[in-house]
C-alpha cells in the first residue's frame, strides 16, 4: 500500500478515538477515560488537499482537531498489543472536524456524535505516510496552526492510550480491515474556525497539510 487513494478506496471505516490526552479532556471539561473511547465516521467525511472544509449547515462552532492516524494494512480481529504493529500499512495526519455546539447539545442529551463528527468535510486528511517514515508512532510532534498562528502544539508520547493499544483495543470488537484509518485522539488546543480560515496542520517535519474553511 503507497497511495492515499488506496486507502481512500479500500477503507471501510473511520474509526476514531476521543479524550485521549489529558489536557484536551481538561480543557473540555471532560474527565480522564479509564479505556478508550471510540466512535465512527463514514468515509464520506474524507477529503483531501485542494477540497475545502465547509461548515456545516446550522453549525456556529465548527472546531480543528489535529491527529495522528494509522491506516490498517491487514486485516486484524482480536489481536494483542504485542503484535499490534505488524498489521500497520502506514500513516496519515487527519484532522477530526467538530461541530462543538453540535457535539455539545449531544453530551447533554445521551445522544450520539453522529452529525456533530460526520458530516460531509468532517475528516481532512493528509498523504498517505509510508510506515518507515514514523518508526515510533508514540513519539511524535503534531501540530496545528490558524492563519499562521499555532493553535495545538503536542506530541503523541502524551496520548492516555499507545497507538498498539488502541489497535488492540477496537480490533476486540470491529475487525480492522486494510485501509481503515484509526484517528487516535487531539492534543489540546482545539478552537473556532471562522469562513476564509485557512489550517496547516502536520506530523513533526514528515508530512503537512493546508485545508481552507469555506
Ligand atoms: C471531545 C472530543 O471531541 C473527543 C475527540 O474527538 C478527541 O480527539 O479527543
Ligand atoms: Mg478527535
Given at each position: 500500500?503507497?497511495?492515499?487513494?488506496?486507502?481512500?478506496?479500500?477503507?471501510?471505516?473511520?474509526?476514531?478515538?476521543?479524550?485521549?490526552?489529558?489536557?484536551?479532556?481538561?480543557?473540555?471539561?471532560?474527565?480522564?477515560?479509564?479505556?478508550?473511547?471510540?466512535?465512527?465516521?463514514?468515509?464520506?467525511?474524507?477529503?483531501?488537499?485542494?477540497?475545502?472544509?465547509?461548515?456545516?449547515?446550522?453549525?456556529?462552532?465548527?472546531?480543528?482537531?489535529?491527529?495522528?492516524?494509522?491506516?490498517?494494512?491487514?486485516?486484524?480481529?482480536?489481536?494483542?498489543?504485542?503484535?499490534?504493529?505488524?498489521?500497520?500499512?502506514?500513516?496519515?495526519?487527519?484532522?477530526?472536524?467538530?461541530?462543538?455546539?453540535?457535539?455539545?447539545?449531544?453530551?447533554?442529551?445521551?445522544?450520539?456524535?453522529?452529525?456533530?463528527?460526520?458530516?460531509?468535510?468532517?475528516?481532512?486528511?493528509?498523504a498517505f505516510i509510508d510506515k518507515e517514515k514514523i518508526p515510533n508512532p508514540n513519539n511524535v510532534d503534531i501540530w496545528l496552526k490558524v492563519n499562521g498562528e499555532t493553535r495545538q502544539s503536542g506530541n503523541t508520547k502524551d496520548m492516555i492510550f499507545s497507538v498498539e493499544h488502541l489497535i488492540s483495543?477496537?480490533?476486540?470488537?470491529?475487525?480492522?480491515?486494510?485501509?481503515?484509518?484509526?484517528?487516535?485522539?487531539?492534543?489540546?488546543?482545539?478552537?473556532?474556525?471562522?469562513?476564509?480560515?485557512?489550517?496547516?496542520?502536520?506530523?513533526?517535519?514528515?508530512?503537512?497539510?493546508?485545508?481552507?474553511?469555506?
Open positions: 500500500m503507497s497511495k492515499l487513494s488506496q486507502f481512500r478506496e479500500l477503507g471501510k471505516k473511520i474509526i476514531c478515538v476521543g479524550r485521549n490526552y489529558r489536557e484536551h479532556a481538561a480543557e473540555l471539561g471532560n474527565p480522564i477515560p479509564s479505556k478508550p473511547i471510540l466512535f465512527l465516521k463514514p468515509t464520506s467525511a474524507y477529503i483531501t488537499e485542494g477540497q475545502m472544509i465547509k461548515i456545516p449547515l446550522g453549525c456556529s462552532d465548527l472546531n480543528h482537531e489535529v491527529e495522528l492516524g494509522v491506516v490498517i494494512g491487514i486485516r486484524a480481529s482480536k489481536i494483542k498489543q504485542e503484535e499490534a504493529m505488524k498489521y500497520v500499512g502506514g500513516f496519515a495526519l487527519g484532522l477530526d472536524m467538530t461541530a462543538r455546539d453540535w457535539q455539545s447539545e449531544a453530551k447533554k442529551n445521551g445522544h450520539p456524535w453522529c452529525l456533530a463528527k460526520g458530516f460531509d468535510t468532517s475528516c481532512p486528511v493528509s483495543y477496537a480490533s476486540q470488537y470491529f475487525t480492522l480491515e486494510p485501509g481503515d484509518l484509526l484517528l487516535t485522539g487531539t492534543p489540546s488546543g482545539v478552537s473556532k474556525l471562522n469562513l476564509g480560515d485557512v489550517i496547516q496542520a502536520g506530523l513533526g517535519n514528515i508530512i503537512s497539510v493546508q485545508f481552507t474553511v469555506s
